[in-house]
Each structure stands twice: as C-alpha cells, then as structure tokens.
T-cell receptor, first 114, second 111 residues
C-alpha cells in the first residue's frame, strides 16, 4: 500500500535558521506529492506540490524536490520566521489509482523562537 | 471566491447520538473528500464523493455515511457516536482529483 514517513517533531529553531523536514514515501504507480501546513486551530493549507520526478515545488520561501530515486520529498526553507510555527504534513496521491485520495504522514511540528 | 466552507465549527455530542456535518466545496469543484484528524495525528481518509456517488472509501465503519447534493455540497453523518470519534473532521474539494483544498474543519467532541 501507499505510505508516507516524515521526521518526528517537534523541531525547534531560532528565527532565520535553516529548516529541513524529511519526507519519504512508498507508493504504487506514480504519485503526486504535497506539503500541507496547519496553523494552530485551523484546517490544512496547501503549501506546495510536485506531480512528477525532478519537479520542484515552491511557495512562500519553502521548496521541495520530487526525488524518485530516493523516494523523497524533503521540505526546506532558508530562513524561518516565527510565523512559520505550525504543523507540516507530507502527503501523496496516486490519481490514476485512487482518484486523488491523500495519504498523509503523521505531521511534524515546527516551533520557531525569536 | 469563497474557499471550502464547513459547518458547524464546533460540536459537542453524547455517546450514542448521531451527528451531521456539512461542507460546501470551492467554486467550480465537483469532488468532495472527508477526512478525520485525531489529536496529534495526520488526517485519515473517510470517503470521497463525485457525481453524487461514493467513489472511494477508507477504513471506516458503516456508522460513517455521507451524501453529495446536485450543487456538489456534501454531508458527513456519523451514527452511534463513540468517544473515539472525537476529532477534527476536514472536508476537501477538487475539480480534477489532483489538488485538494481543505476547509477549516469541524471539531467534534463526544462526551
């Protein structure tokens, strides 16, 4: 079956530090990959996506590259802000197989301190 | 353009009761999925509706049922509530089944 594994949190960083959240996946077929962010008390917001190998998704200073050879989609940001404190979820879907059913990782909480 | 909306925001029910949650998809979207997010965990897929039919279902018991209306809005019904049903219920919509946009969720507490 399909699954997503992401690094456990919480990840605590100082403002302007470099952030990496590791995500690896197992999937049949050719998945699309996503990062969603959840701020306290809110629903999920799509942060970025990549639909094929070597694609790079980017948004709000965050980036992730779809690496088929290592089945990974690590999230990075060069300089975090306090407002980036949230829970980040890596997810995949295999549109041709499951009509876009999203399989999520467990989430990684990020805490950025001033 | 309004995004995905859900109602109510919060709900408190007693064990054994029934609950209905509602979702209006983003304009132009015809596919609605429901997810359950327990505290501290990732969302788990419940089911997906397309053209008023349940197209796919996750690993949830028959106590969980749904409906999609001609205007693409959707309801999630849960019967015989258990304490373990306490969670954030998220609705997500899409127009082509690739990118899903989520609503703010309904926080259900079962006492």
């Amino acid at each position: 079956g399909n699954s997503v594994t992401q690094m456990e949190g919480p990840v605590t960083l100082s403002e302007e530090a470099f952030l990496t959240i590791n995500c690896t996946y197992t999937a049949t077929g050719y998945p699309s990959l996503f990062w969603y962010v959840q701020y306290p008390g809110e629903g999920l917001q799509l942060l970025l996506k990549a639909t094929k190998a070597d694609d790079k998704g980017s948004n709000k200073g965050f980036e992730a590259t779809y690496r088929k050879e290592t089945t990974s989609f690590h999230l990075e940001k060069g300089s975090v802000q306090v407002s980036d404190s949230a829970v980040y979820f890596c997810a995949l879907s295999v549109p041709t197989d499951s009509w876009g059913k999203l399989q999520f990782g467990a989430g990684t909480q990020v805490v950025v301190t001033p | 353009d309004a995004g995905v909306t859900q109602s109510p925001t919060h709900l408190i029910k007693t064990r054994g009761q029934q609950v209905t949650l509602r979702c209006s998809p983003k304009s132009g979207h015809d596919t609605v999925s429901w997810y359950q997010q327990a505290l501290g965990q990732g969302p788990q897929f419940i089911f997906q509706y397309y053209e008023e039919e349940e197209r796919q279902r996750g690993n949830f018991p028959d106590r969980f049922s749904g409906h999609q209306f001609p205007n693409y809005s959707s309801e999630l019904n849960v019967n015989a509530l258990l304490l373990g049903d306490s969670a954030l219920y998220l609705c997500a919509s899409s127009s082509e089944g690739v990118v899903f946009y989520f609503g703010p969720g309904t926080r259900l507490t079962v006492t």
